[in-house]
């Protein structure tokens, strides 16, 4: 199984970027498809975006897909979410999962990391 750890989290202003990443152990990882979910205080986690094994489709939550862009690399056994142009309302716990596809369904994700937390002040 895909053991996971996410970092990259940290304080930044509006307007800021950060680059999250996530390290995946074991030799499965480019056996699934990959994705970021995202927890804020008091709220249940949500879907910010997938990509599929090789990176051939990729999926966003509609309300973040012009500014947040995931990415692998299967090599590094890493996925990876830049999220630019940040906003207050984008500070959450971010967590990455495993899966067999695309979907924003959290129950079709395996999630073994402990997440990274973003910050964003105004």
């Known amino acids: 199984q895909v053991q996971l750890v996410e970092s990259g989290g940290g304080l930044v202003q509006v307007g800021g970027s950060l680059r999250l990443s996530c390290a995946a152990s074991g030799r499965t990882f480019s056996s699934n498809a990959m994705a970021w979910f995202r927890q804020a205080p008091g709220k249940e986690r949500e879907f910010v975006a997938a990509?599929?094994?090789?990176?051939?489709?990729?999926a966003y939550a509609d309300s973040l897909k012009d500014r947040f862009t995931i990415s692998r690399d299967n090599a590094k056994n890493t996925v990876y979410l830049q999220m630019n142009s940040l906003k207050p309302e984008d500070t959450a716990v971010y967590f990455c999962?495993?899966?067999?596809?695309?979907?924003?369904?959290?129950?079709?994700?395996?999630?073994r990391g402990q997440g990274t937390q973003v910050t964003v002040s105004s």
């Open positions: 990509i599929s094994r090789l990176g051939g489709t990729i």
């Open positions: 999962a495993a899966g067999g596809s695309t979907s924003a369904l959290r129950r079709e994700y395996d999630f």
